[in-house]
């Protein structure tokens, strides 16, 4: 066991001595408590109960509304002010922070897109954090596990909002949700925004290999700043993945509201909701077992990961191609398509290959950050651009949407953006991703050693 002048170092900045610090794991309840599965399993949760929610009603299309606009519009604002603090909340994520929405009545618009905006401060700041806290509490073997373990927990969320969604408004006629569901999912999301306060103090985690979790430092924005310099500069190839991240919210624009609203009556919607969700955590734990399976080197893993996507990605689009040059904005029939409808079973299909896709597209972008580094500063400067990224793609869709841009125009826009992922991203995965991160990899913690050798030095 390390003495306590020992625990006050990071295990990873202890690497300047070539060695590693080991320490060893509490025991009994406690060691159930600060190890770091239960800790992800708790944020799985935070986020299962406050984006979760927020989810199950954006799956829904327009928010759960009839008219779809207020709805794209607060998404837009909420997404775009998430872009700025996402990128800004790396340097400054704080692992205790969470958020919650609901949506009021119909005629205060302008309160839900103010709403929105506020919502973006708070998201960036939950999100960074957790793909901080996600990538760092594991070891480089179990990031996939990890990873799938976090995504299906907090899909169960949208699963639960949307099962709420469907009970209430099965036998609706009005085509929107009523006022019980709103207040059903506020009452689980003010839930999740107490529990960050039940979780253990990153800095007492410590990795079932032994090595101590060690939150990023924060001595003054100057140097933190710095430091997001020195991690693109030591490793560029980080910007090859940024046409990934974008794509990995804008479809959302066309999957909620120009198929799934535009097509559907509420209780169509609410199932397809369910199932989209559902596919989610089953599309999670498949591409974490590939991507975490010892029968290939890591390098082999990154490849099969990029190919499933690859080909999911291209079954997808051309399936939802099929249906989409059937109907514009001007011929969305006023009568909506029900479960019962002959043609609903291969529409709904549709959604749950759509969850999977999601899914796995999702996993995939966190594990390529945690392939890059083990470095929880580099990591949550990773994390900032990822969620930075990923929230302008998603503010410039759900802007197109409210702008009334043809849904053919967003859809053909989708398909090459997640495309030109795909493109970007292959030579990111050929240059960059080895069978291990090695001290050579870790641009910040090379940074540090040279600032205290110049401090030992003078």
Same mark, same amino acid.
């Given at each position: 066991? *390390?003495?306590?002048?020992?625990? !006050? ?20 309840? %406690? ?20 984006? $979760? ?9 327009? $928010? ?58 708070? /998201? ?12 760092? +509490?594991?070891?480089? /073997?179990? !990031? ?62 410590? %990795? ?33 993945? @940024? ?5 990995? *919210? ?10 799934? /609203? ?17 596919? &989610? ?7 974490? @077992? ?23 990605? @291209? ?24 479960? +019962? ?18 899914? =796995? ?8 950050? $945690? *392939? ?9 400067? +990773? ?13 410039? $869709? ?5 702008? !009334? ?22 030579? =990111? ?10 001290? &050579? ?18």
């Amino acid at each position: 066991m *390390a003495s306590s002048s020992e625990e !006050k170092g990071s295990d990873l900045n202890s690497q300047d001595n070539g060695s590693v610090s080991v320490y060893e794991r509490p025991k009994g309840l %406690r060691g159930v408590y600060y190890h770091p599965l239960t800790q992800i399993i708790m944020l799985g949760f935070v986020c299962f109960l406050c984006p $979760g929610m927020f989810n199950a009603l954006t799956g829904l299309g327009g $928010g759960g509304q009839v008219d779809a606009t207020t709805s794209a519009n607060a998404n837009s604002a909420l997404y775009s002010v998430y872009a700025v603090s996402a990128f800004f909340s790396g340097p400054a994520d704080d692992p205790h922070v969470s958020r919650s929405a609901i949506n009021i009545h119909p005629g205060a618009g302008w309160f839900v897109i103010t709403s929105g905006a506020l919502l973006g401060v708070t /998201a960036g700041l939950l999100w960074t954090a957790e793909g901080s806290m996600m990538l760092s +509490y594991c070891t480089e /073997a179990q !990031k996939g596990t990890y990873i799938s373990i976090f995504w299906g927990i907090f899909n169960v969320g949208a699963v639960v909002g949307s099962s709420v969604s469907l009970g209430q408004n099965f036998h609706s006629t009005t085509n929107g949700v009523g006022n019980g569901t709103y207040v059903g999912i506020l009452v689980l999301t003010l839930v999740g925004v107490m529990m960050p306060m039940l979780m253990a103090d990153p800095n007492k985690v410590i %990795r079932t290999d032994g090595t101590r979790v060690v939150m990023p430092r924060h001595p003054s924005w100057k140097s933190e700043f710095h430091g997001l310099w020195v991690a693109i500069f030591t490793d560029p190839t980080i910007l090859l993945l @940024f046409p990934l991240f974008c794509a990995s *919210a804008y479809f959302y624009t066309w999957q909620f509201n120009d198929y799934n /609203a535009a097509l559907f009556d509420i209780r169509a919607r609410s199932l397809n909701n369910l199932v989209h969700w559902l596919s &989610q955590i089953v599309g999670s734990v498949m591409l974490g @077992f590939v991507l975490d399976t010892t029968w290939l080197r890591r390098r082999k893993r990154a490849f099969a990961g990029w190919t499933i996507l690859l080909v999911i990605t @291209f079954i997808v689009h051309i399936w939802a191609y099929y249906y989409q040059r059937t109907y514009t904005r001007a011929s969305v029939p006023v009568l909506k398509m029900d479960i +019962y409808d002959p043609r609903y079973p291969a529409h709904v299909w549709l959604m749950i290959f759509y969850g999977l896709l999601d899914a =796995m597209w999702h996993v995939m972008c966190f594990w390529l950050i $945690g *392939a890059m580094s083990n470095d929880v500063n580099k990591l949550a400067i +990773y994390s900032g651009f990822f969620h930075s990224v990923q929230a302008a793609g998603s503010a410039i $869709g759900w802007r197109l949407d409210a702008l !009334k841009f043809p849904y053919m125009t967003i859809f053909i826009s989708t398909w090459c953006l997640v495309a030109a992922g795909l493109v970007f991203s292959f030579p =990111m995965i050929y240059l960059r991703v080895r069978d291990t991160t090695v001290i &050579q990899d870790e641009g910040l913690i090379i940074r540090d050693q040279e600032v205290n050798d110049m401090k030992v030095k003078g």
